[in-house]
């Protein structure tokens, strides 16, 4: 733990936000300011100034040169299922003999799976084993993280799984952000899920202030269909909620469309997106969400980020972290897929980890940029040119990451 905190003689890349404080779009995602050889002081958990040259002259707790290395925010994950009990390593090794994600799922397996054993998980295990999640992921250079709910399929488990997440995020130095993922797979035995979750918001609804927390649900055949989205996601943008949707996985079933219609604040997914699903995209104010760890794992296909950044939209990369798509914590590793297979530019890359993602999540007032008044979420690689933070696969985590007043250093 540190006090006060100076970083000095740093390669700052500030990803500084547009004069509006929304995402960056188009060419601005490739023009991110840098300030050679800055410095940084960290009091009480905040950013208290930068600038270029040494600090002035005080008295703190640590002083840390960087000599030349990045200085960088630590990457916001905006898009994760890291709240799950049990494993699926084995449906791994059926899919590698052939069987495809929808065949796991139609035969009771994927997500079910896990739903079983999250149902059966009580709230203190389930919580235990996101925050050694969590420490991983904070060991990779993530400061913010957003965690879904979605393993429950009914009220009970659901809300145990929110529970979790926030008995965790009252004791990490990161900050986690839960979303209500009330639509994902079918539960057969309940045809009365979609009213259940339905009732669950407006519970959620008088128990806290609605627009903290986002709703999301998953469109895809053998999931939810686009009218069950619909119902889910109209209630809960009458509650207040800010709504989000996975689409265009597998199947383009017109959820894209219709979140976009709702005016949702993320659509995630894109990997079976048309060009005019693209292109609506691009128009609208909502954030295109890539998850390029699923083409890696699953089946080669990614979203096509390079028409959405060329038509003026907005991209965020995130990692997907879960059991059955994407395997891998690493929302560094993502910024890496989606620059081979997306062909975004490492500065769109780190744009769309930082900035944009915290967007997303609607956390952008304390996370993914470095400026004066922000929470002190930092990153100092071990390279002193940011390229290498997209272009190095499997490199080492950063030197030094600050969370708030917590530091952790791997190599002075």
Known sequence: MAGSIAIENARIVTCTPPADGGPLRGAAMNALELIERGHVIVDGGMIASMGAGPAVSRAVSMRIDARGRVLMPAAVDCHTHACWAGERWAEWELKRAGASYLDILQAGGGILSTVKAVRAAPQDALASQLAERLA????????AVEVKTGYGLDTAT??????AIRQVAKVLPMMVVPTLLLGHAVDADNPRQLDDMCALLETLADRQHAGSVAVDAYCEEGAWSVEMCRTLLEKAKRLGFAVRIHAD????????????????????????????G??????????????PACGFALDGRFANGRALIDQGGALAVAS???????????????AALASRHMRLTAQEAIAAVTWNAACVLGIEHQAGAIRPGM????????????RAYVHEVAGAGPDVTIMGEDVSVRVA
Do not use: Y
């Open 249 to 276: 996985q597998f199947n383009a079933l017109g959820g894209l469309e219709m979140a976009l219609a709702l005016g949702a604040r993320s659509v995630d997914h894109l990997e079976a997106s048309t060009p005019a």
């Open 375 to 386: 929470r002190a979420l930092l990153q100092l690689l071990p390279h002193r040119d940011e």
């Open 136 to 143: 991983e992921m904070r060991e990779l250079g993530t400061g």
């Open 278 to 291: 693209i292109a609506a995209l691009a128009a609208s104010r909502a954030i295109g969400v890539a998850l």
């Open 158 to 163: 659901e809300l145990k799984m929110l529970e």
């Open 320 to 334: 997907n972290w879960n059991p059955g798509s994407a395997p891998s914590p690493s929302v560094r590793f993502a």
